[in-house]
């Protein structure tokens, strides 16, 4: 059978290893020979629709290499549904128009939850209309949100920013405590599980060290028990480091950060968790404050990446294709963890009709008895993830990345408006 | 003459490379013919008037060798600043009761301005109260504006997590641009002057990558201004990033970060000038955003130390012990830059009297002619100091810091009350 060409597209919001995925992808690609060129969606999904499709075969293969220590999209992404095609097939039936104008033959989708939907939906969808194209769906999210797989590559590296950052801050704030400030709170992402704001956890050494208190969005605030938490603390070690996750929120499921401020304008205030927990602390506490919101920094931060997390990111992408050149279809490649101490792991896979829309949150028996910290099993299960450091090669004292051409391939059909 | 005992104290904000100041300092003690005995104010000079001495004697040498990785104050700091002994004498008569009960005849206090003009009044103090104590103030400040010195120790740290982080994140939102975020804000530090949030421009590889805008508090905010420029720059890149100094203020003094905002019970919110740019930008142009405020993060973040900052702050604590034990007194020591290519550095001296109550701002031809970016000469001066990547060793996948005893000397005199 002729070798056909393949599509590879970033989806949802960027890591700083996706790009390590994508360069296990072009890797392995170029040495399949059931795989001819490889194209890439320019900004995700949207691209494959707009017919943008970026020729990844002009790029040399000292700078796709460059791709494992470059963060964000290297090609872009995007946060565009597929309509469902029971509902409309537009946008499916343009897909089938791109893939057959560039003998397309596969496709290799790399997102969260929602993406591994939209492949499956891409596979049967393709099959149906007897122009099958074999689809791939590779995890990819620092929520660390998806079913079967040990975990997320993008996962691990925030996870180890934020345990960093968490022991770093606290002993700036500890340093600080008998004349200053007493209580540091850091705001982390996960709007709905609250593996990130759990890592933090991996900072803490002993019982009384930071953090002290970690908001989950498993786990509904109490404000009182959180203020009484907070006064121990600060009487026993003087000072308090907090970890809190953006989806922290009350029992009725409203957020924490969505508590009615306006500005002088009376308009509602949009965001950060962490600004309302000090301002909390502050009148009722009457404690000196600061916080910090990492947001984009923490999930872009590749200078302090986890090596299992960079290697796993590669792997699942170099699979995908392997799986895709062996006749697998409809399937996404996952991590088996075959032991915890020492970290053991292999590339296997799940197919996408059982993966999509399930959300794994965090279990309760990995969440303290008093809901503001981790337990030990939790930290068996998160501390392989962190482990390496994977420095990035520096040019003039900023972190050095990859420089792709990005160039578009010559479009061959009319077009289309999304 | 015999060896008397000496003295060290953190003072002020803590930085990522204070430590490798205090293991300068310690270090050239322990070789120093004139310097017994090396103690640590407990929390900075409160310690000191509190008596609270710590021995740092019993330290093993291996673990003093790790404050060199280890971020925060290690013997703790504090925001005291001592009373005027034109206008009250009570404290500075408890310092000579300290440091005679303590035979201490050598004081290092390692600080910002207010610091290197407390050392100097205690220079004066002793020598005319008759128990002649040598004071070296010592240069230590995030916020590099300390005069006479090329740089301040603990900046370079910051501008290299500041550039990196920058480019980071802007990889990211230029990946998201095309659907979603356009705008990304990041607040650094800097109330009065805008040297951190200038050190993001070294992330700027060319005239249209990022950060595209850099608001300084030497610049007044004009809005209208600042909002064609976004405009302009999200037509042209289609995102633009934005770094601003928790000090940008308008043309009347007033910070922008003091605008006004109150919560739901009317209370004033407090601080968050990335979340008042967002606003901003939402209101007036409806653009997607997110935003980061890094607060101590930056300030702590150890594991991205700029070596060169790492070697200055050593080289200046170890210069602290030498000139004192060469019979310098009441002076500090400083950076002096021989060239910027190659970078090539020496360490220097000025009189502390000179130090007093000067704030190095951001001179104007550092500043680009809009208003909104640094220049090449701007560039030239900061690019040296963020070289070297201090990579600093990691354990269970978190950085790995000191563990000092930190145990206090016997007290001699009475309780004093601060």
Known sequence: MKAKNAVYAQSGGVTSVINATACGVIEASRKSKKIDKLFAGKDGIVGILNEDLIDTSIEKSSEIKKLMHTPGGAFGSCRHKLKDPKKSQKEFKRLIEVFQAHDIGYFFYNGGGDSQDTSNKIAQYTKEAGFPVTCIGI??????????????????????YIATSTKEAALDVKSMSKSSTKIFILEVMGRHAGWLAASAG???????????????PEVPFNEKSFLKK??????????????????AQYKNGKFLADAGTVDSFGHKQLGGVAPRVAELISSKLGLKYHWAVSDYLQRSARHISSQVDLDQA????????????????????????????????????????KVANIE????????????????????NY??????????????DGVIDTASLKNKLTKKKLKRFKI
């Open 139 to 160: 995890p990819k999210t620092i929520d660390n949100d998806l079913p079967f797989t040990d975990n997320c590559p993008g996962f691990g590296s925030v996870a180890k």
């Open 314 to 353: 590669y792997a699942v992408g170099k699979a995908a294709v392997e799986f895709a050149s062996k006749g697998e279809n409809a399937i996404m490649p996952i991590i088996v963890r075959r032991k915890s101490k020492p970290y053991s792991w292999d590339i296997g896979k799940v197919e996408l009709s």
């Open 230 to 247: 907070v006064k121990e603390v600060v009487k026993k070690e003087d000072y308090c480091v907090i970890v809190v996750s953006e989806g």
């Open 360 to 379: 794994k949150k965090m279990p309760q028996k990995f969440i303290s008895k008093d809901g503001f910290g981790i337990t030990q099993s939790c930290k």
């Open 382 to 395: 998160l501390l392989p993830l962190i482990q390496g450091e994977a420095w990035a090669p520096f040019k």
């Open 202 to 216: 991996l900072a803490k050494s002993s019982n009384n060290s930071a953090p002290h208190i970690i908001l989950l």
